[in-house]
């Protein structure tokens, strides 16, 4: 096949920034950097937010408050800065995202849990403030929500916690772009190659494009283009955890808090449907399809809450999660490839800290002030613990 070298986007221009993957991560990425005056082509084989980032859960929840690091405070402050930056989008495109700080009840089911929960309640005062309270309570303060018969030894209740509408916060984020005269969205077209050292990359179409720097942030395809950038085998990285989820016609409140138990996420959004998930599987045939473990992800959330106990399912959803190797975001520069960044890897946190991600490239880029990258987030520490592995192996 005869391979196209034009190097430059419709400008005619090589672009400042080329990114790879039109999910929540690569959307606030162009935003950010278009803000910052960078110009940018962002790519993306499908439809934007078709990976990934297309489900309805919209959880916006954080680590526990102890043990404290550098990941934890990362996503704190991801989740306080989230609102005003939602406000900003909506202000600037009359888009609404759905967002709204409804906090998180989670049930104790054992006296052992309580105990550990009563023990948090320092240790969130000092590291989220005032401002968002960690309380134990015998029991829950509507009834229902959730079943006491699940929470035999009352409820953690915390006011950190919040919601969006996925759809709804990818939909902004394109509304922005629309009207950003320095962005170029090119569909239908991936990034199949990076070559560093001519700062270019080849295009699923053939052509070849020249870049300032190159974002990889297209999800579980990300994983190989960054690791054979950096010299590691294709497949060393990361990998991908089918989710399955459900949307449920509630017409439950739209101010009830998020519940989250043993893996069950029960989250309702604005117009009183109900999200229910998520299944995590490593081994999975069809990645699109759901089947019986979502039914039990459902029969599950209707004894958790039995408000939603006669609720019709009005929707399923199925699709591929990246994680990275070591557990936590991938982020910033891939050693041995000068220009060539990843953001990859959010799992199940990226819609609430993806804003902030893309704060710490665009900084990085521009040589601006921007949030530190947490040194798990490191493409050097998942290279590291990829070499462990194969060393173990």
């Known amino acids: ?44 084989p499908g439809n934007p937010g078709c990976g990934a980032s297309g489900g309805f859960l919209g959880a916006l929840m954080p ?11 990362f996503q704190f402050k991801a989740l306080v800065d989230l609102e ?20 998180r009840i989670l049930p104790l089911t054992s006296e052992r849990g309580r105990a550990a929960a009563l023990d948090q309640i320092a240790d969130a005062r000092t590291n989220w403030g005032d401002r968002f309270s960690y309380e134990v309570h015998h029991a829950p303060e509507r009834s229902g929500w959730p079943d006491m018969l699940r929470a035999p030894h009352g409820v953690v ?32 077209v991936g990034v199949m190659d990076v070559i560093p050292g001519e700062h270019k990359a080849r295009l699923s179409d053939g052509s070849m494009v020249n870049y300032g720097h190159i974002a990889l942030a297209n999800g579980v395809d990300a994983f190989p283009l960054i690791a054979r950038a950096a010299g590691l085998p294709a497949n060393s990285l990361g990998g991908g955890v089918k989710g399955q989820a459900a949307l449920l016609d509630a017409r439950a409140s739209p101010d009830l808090p998020l519940v989250y138990d043993d893996g069950i996420y029960v989250i309702v959004h604005e117009n009183g449907h109900v999200a229910v998930g998520s299944t995590s599987e490593r081994e999975f ?33 199925a699709g591929v999660r990246p994680r990275a190797i070591g557990r936590d975001p991938m982020l910033g520069p891939v050693p041995g490839a000068p220009n060539v960044l990843a953001m990859a890897g959010g799992f199940k946190i990226s819609f609430g800290i ?13 040589g601006s002030a921007g949030p530190a990258i947490p040194q798990s987030f490191a493409v050097e520490y998942h290279a590291a613990k990829a070499a462990g592995k194969t060393a173990a192996n």
């Open 157 to 188: 209740h915390e006011r950190l916690s919040a919601r969006l509408s996925p759809p709804g916060l990818i939909g902004a984020l394109l509304s922005s772009l629309a009207v950003t005269p320095n962005v170029e969205l090119r569909l239908g």
């Open 354 to 366: 993806a804003h902030r991600m893309a704060d710490c490239l665009v900084a990085g880029i521009t």
């Open 1 to 44: 096949m005869a391979v196209a070298d034009s190097g430059v986007g419709r400008s005619g221009q090589a672009p400042d920034l080329l990114i790879a993957g039109a999910g929540v991560a690569g959307l606030w990425l162009t935003v950010k950097a278009a803000r910052a005056g960078l110009s940018v082509l962002l790519v993306e």
């Open 84 to 103: 005003e930056e939602v406000a900003r989008l909506e202000s600037e495109t009359g888009a609404l995202c759905g967002y709204r700080r409804v906090g």
């Open 285 to 317: 045939d069809d990645p699109v399809s759901t089947d019986g473990q979502l039914d039990e992800i459902v029969k599950r959330a209707r004894k958790l809450c039995p408000v939603i106990k006669h609720a019709p399912v009005i929707r399923r959803w």
């Open 63 to 73: 680590h526990s408050p102890e043990r404290w690091n550098g990941k934890k405070d």
